[in-house]
């Protein structure tokens, strides 16, 4: 087993007297016999970028949809804003400002960029009949996408007709659309080119230098994650088996970890 590094220097603290954007208390999540989460407990402070490293099915998803409401956790506590919290559903999470862009993504391929952009929290015309403003939704997809610098043909084409990169940037400026606190970005630089990911890091660094918003992004490029988050936390089988500022580790120490971990369940028999 890698040692667990969580003193108190690589958690996010509330000094600044602004209260924690979230917190973990030993999560635990099963899905029938099946233990995803294995009792995690973590921290995202005020602003913070923090970077989530692990193997596949390590559970840094089944985290992240725990922390937007999508599934309920077995047991284990977590508190928004320093509030305890059970998130009910993605609308609950959704209205405490918690935003997400899945691994997964759930666009609606068949519709339209713009109606993707818009989904589930459509501009309405004022009136007795409640229609849609398409006008508005059209403009306003399209300055929200030439600001973060994605480009596409038009806000017209349906969703099938992009690349997976150009998909997933549609699905990360949807999510930077709304008035998110907390975002939770699930792999966004998977099936990206180096232009696309270049973009999506870059729209990251920029949203943080705006302030006000906590970001959890789940990664798998180690390089890149030290770069971006300010903070990197390693899930291993279900739990957190190292924390650490980005500044106070390197690629080569966290290599080393997790080759490490390999050995043991090597010896252990358990791979
Ligand atoms: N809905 C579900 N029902 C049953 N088992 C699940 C479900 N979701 C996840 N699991 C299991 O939980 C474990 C953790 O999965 P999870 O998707 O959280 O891993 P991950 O770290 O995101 O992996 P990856 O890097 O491949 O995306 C896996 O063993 C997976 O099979
Ligand atoms: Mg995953």
Do not use: W
Not at 24 to 52: C, H, M, N, Y
Not at 58 to 66: F, R
Not at 104 to 126: C, P
Not at 149 to 171: K, T, Y
């Amino acid at each position: 087993m890698a040692e667990l590094r969580t003193d108190a220097t690589a958690s996010a603290s509330a000094d600044s007297g602004a209260p924690l954007a979230m917190r973990g208390e030993q999560l635990v999540k099963r899905f029938g016999a099946v233990t995803a989460l294995d009792g995690v407990s973590f921290t995202l402070g005020p602003g913070e970028i923090l970077g989530i490293l692990g193997d596949n099915g390590a559970g840094k998803s089944t985290l992240v949809k725990i922390l937007t409401g999508f599934h309920q956790q077995t047991a284990g506590t977590l508190y928004v804003n320093g509030q305890e919290m059970l998130l009910r559903s993605v609308d609950h999470a959704r209205s405490l400002g918690i935003e997400c862009v899945y691994q997964d993504l759930a666009l609606a391929n068949s519709l339209s960029i713009y109606h993707n952009m818009f989904l589930n929290r459509e501009i309405v015309r004022r009136g007795p009949f409640r229609l849609l403003d398409h006008g508005k939704m059209r403009e306003r997809a399209a300055q929200c996408l030439d600001d973060i610098g994605v480009h596409v043909p038009s806000v017209d084409l349906p969703v099938e007709r992009l690349s997976g990169g150009q998909r997933q940037a549609i699905a990360v400026a949807r999510a930077v659309n709304s008035d998110a606190r907390i975002l939770l970005l699930d792999e966004p630089l998977a099936a990206m080119g180096a232009r696309e990911a270049a973009l999506i890091i870059d729209l990251v660094l920029r949203l943080k230098e705006k302030g006000g918003l906590s970001i959890i992004m789940i990664m798998h490029n180690y390089a890149q994650t030290l770069d971006i988050a300010d903070r990197i936390m390693l899930m291993q089988r279900g739990r957190v088996t190292f924390e650490q500022h980005s500044a106070q580790t390197s690629v080569p120490e966290l290599m080393d970890i997790v080759r490490r971990e390999y050995r043991a369940m090597r010896a252990n028999g358990t791979n």
